[in-house]
């Protein structure tokens, strides 16, 4: 049967109700705090109170669970019992206490906007301002301040420019890239590189031939390559083309000549005389502003020679001249004639073979003497060709 207590208190160490156990509004329900009992029998929930000041209750699985308001349901409690208004977040301070934190805007800088449509809340920042921070960094947002290189960022706006902040400038910090770099990038293999063709290289040695040039190093990894000659070299006997056949050019007395190929036989001069003696020279003199009055030697001849022509040609107008062969001691002093007449010389050119007396004896002086000089000329190239008798 039911056991009600109207009293101010109902005391008792062990208390078995097998039916329910109704209290006044005014009484109490004390339990002594414990620290736990044993697991009750099956079918049984034991109730007590811990020194934690908790509610709690055992099956007979030995389960504890809670029942005071911070394990069942004490938070959801606590939260509904706030009287703020607006957006926010809980936060637990202590045991089943939540505190609610509401979210404010701060003008211009951050707004917040409730879209219940969508269930969530919308956060603005707005333009924010680096000292808008409370650390005194920099926030990065597209078009804003550039990120300094000691915050992290390239302080630029550009690639060029933040090559240049972070000391990578293309040509000055660093090598451009090159098909070049990238050939010399590709050997692997020792020796001297040769640029083979555009964008191409290799890795070439230097090497000997047995017997006649010798290379250590070749390819210069332990030192410079050195080329040395053995002390002993393989000689190869040299070739001597046959020159029976051939028609060879000689200076003879007359100026001209060929040596016949029968002289010639099998590389070595049988009997030909090649009149070595007949050689013909020429010599050149320039004369600066020629006038009728010049006269001085052009050359000395030790042996006998003959004349062969004798030309003049001048920058403009035209000089009248002769070639005089003259006594050894006495090259200031006239001479004879060696031109039957003078030569006319002129812008065109001239030349003489007009000789009235051509062969000139060794120990002999040859000068130059003009006649006439007209137009004005500013420069005059004279050249004697003789030949050596």
């Given amino acids: 049967m039911p056991l009600t207590d109207s009293s101010d208190s109902l005391r008792t160490r062990n208390l078995t109700v097998d039916d ?9 329900l004390e339990l002594q705090e414990m620290a736990g009992p044993a697991a009750p029998p099956a079918g049984v929930v034991r109730l007590y109170a811990k020194s934690d000041g908790n509610l709690y ?6 389960n504890e669970k809670d029942l005071t308001a911070g394990a069942a349901g004490g938070e959801a409690n606590t939260a509904s019992n706030v009287g703020t208004s607006g957006m926010g977040v809980f936060k637990q301070k202590t045991g089943v206490d939540l505190e609610f934190k509401r979210l404010n805007a701060v003008s211009g800088k951050v707004s917040v906007t409730d879209d219940p449509a969508n269930s969530k809340i919308d956060l603005d920042l707005g333009s924010v301002a680096s000292s808008d921070l409370s650390d005194g960094g920099s926030l990065y947002r597209a078009g804003g301040t550039d990120v300094a290189v000691a915050d992290g960022g390239t302080g630029a706006s550009d690639a060029a420019q933040a090559r240049t902040s972070l000391g990578l400038s293309i040509g000055s910090d660093v090598q451009a890239h090159g098909a070049e770099l990238d050939a010399l990038a590709g050997l692997s293999a020792n020796g001297l590189v040769a640029r083979t ?3 191409a290289a290799a890795a070439r040695t230097i090497t000997g031939t047995a017997g006649k040039i010798q290379v250590s190093n070749g390819d210069g990894v332990a030192g410079d390559p050195v080329i040395t000659i053995p002390d002993s070299p393989t000689l190869v006997t040299p070739v001597v083309a046959d020159l029976s056949n051939m028609t060879h050019d000689h200076q003879d007395a007359a100026g001209g000549g060929t040596l016949d190929a029968a002289a ?13 003696q007949h050689r013909t020279v020429s010599r050149m003199i320039y004369i600066e502003n020629p006038t009728a009055d010049d006269e001085f030697p052009i050359g000395f001849v030790a042996d006998d020679v003959t004349l062969v022509q004798v030309r003049g040609v001048t920058d403009t107008g035209t000089v009248d001249f002769n070639i005089e062969h003259r006594g050894t001691n006495t090259p200031g002093t006239a001479g004879t004639d060696t031109l039957t007449s003078d030569v006319t010389a002129t812008s065109a050119g001239a030349s003489s073979t007009d000789f009235a007396d051509a062969t000139v004896p060794g120990q002999r002086w040859l000068a130059y003497r003009a006649s006439a000089v007209s137009g004005s000329p500013a420069r005059l190239w004279v050249a004697v060709e003789y030949t050596i008798d």
């Fill in 197 to 199: 063709a555009a964008g």
């Fill in 57 to 62: 209750c055992k099956d007979s699985a030995d």
């Fill in 264 to 276: 010639i036989a099998s590389g070595t001069l049988a009997a030909a005389r090649l009149a070595s």
């Fill in 20 to 28: 329910a156990l109704s209290l006044g509004p005014d009484t109490p």
